[in-house]
């Protein structure tokens, strides 16, 4: 599905590539998470994949199909005042007809749990419902390989749940699926790899169960998820 060659992306002025030869490839169908702290390059490679950029070096090379996105800030993707209208957008882009518009739009509605709020005022739905817009709209166009970045930012537990509940559903499918975060504990279940970025440079790419088991997670930025809390002394993040 996808192949990442040598990506390097340096930006003007800056001391050193927010992306620095960066290799991997990602089968179809596969579940990827790629990890990494703030600034460690996972946005920069989310909009060099979907060609929103232009890498200084490398290349993306993908198989023929679209590629969807579902942003850090979901209100940034929100194009229509109702979830209908906003699922509505991609499939009317494509010049499709009205008949095939109206018919994607309610499945894809349906399939994110979100039919009954198809009127509803879309800046007036919750963090998670948004993402799951985000998702419909998405689906409506039929995109092979679809990317979440940071898609738990300013979640609360049901927006969480909300959100793995459809890339769940979406793995079930076959989709190929790119999750950037740095909050393992809650999706790494579900991935088939993990890779890790730091500083712009790819450091980790393997089975999830080896990071655990082996990886410097916290020399990267990274808090381990397996940390066990036993009581109400254990609950504080601090360095361990």
Do not use: C
């Amino acid at each position: 599905m996808l192949e990442v060659v040598s990506l390097t992306r340096r930006f003007p002025d800056a001391e050193k590539p927010a992306l620095d030869g960066v290799s991997f490839s990602v089968p179809d169908g596969n579940f990827l998470v790629v990890a990494g702290s703030n600034g460690s390059g996972k946005s920069v490679l989310m909009g060099l994949i979907a060609g929103l950029d232009t890498p200084t070096a490398g290349s993306v090379r993908s198989l023929p199909g679209r590629v969807g996105l579902v942003f850090q800030d979901a209100d940034a993707q929100i194009l229509g005042d109702t979830p209908e209208e906003d699922v509505a957008f991609g499939p009317k882009g494509l010049r499709l007809r009205p008949d095939e518009v109206t018919r994607r739009v309610e499945k894809s509605l349906a399939r994110v749990g979100l039919s009954e709020k198809r009127q509803h005022p879309a800046r007036s739905l919750s963090g998670g419902e948004k993402r799951r817009l985000a998702v419909a709209g998405i689906l409506a166009i039929d995109a092979e390989l679809i990317i979440f970045d940071e898609p738990y930012a300013g979640l609360d537990w049901p927006g969480v749940l909300q959100v793995n509940e459809i890339l769940g559903s979406l793995k079930a499918d076959g989709k190929t699926i790119i999750v950037l975060t740095h909050e393992l504990e809650k999706v790494l279940a579900l991935a088939d790899r993990l890779l890790v970025l730091d500083s712009g440079r790819l450091v980790f790419d393997g089975n999830p169960s080896a990071a655990l088991e082996s990886a410097p997670l916290a020399d990267w930025g990274i808090r381990h998820p397996l940390v066990s809390y036993r009581g109400v002394s254990d609950l504080v993040w601090e360095a361990r």
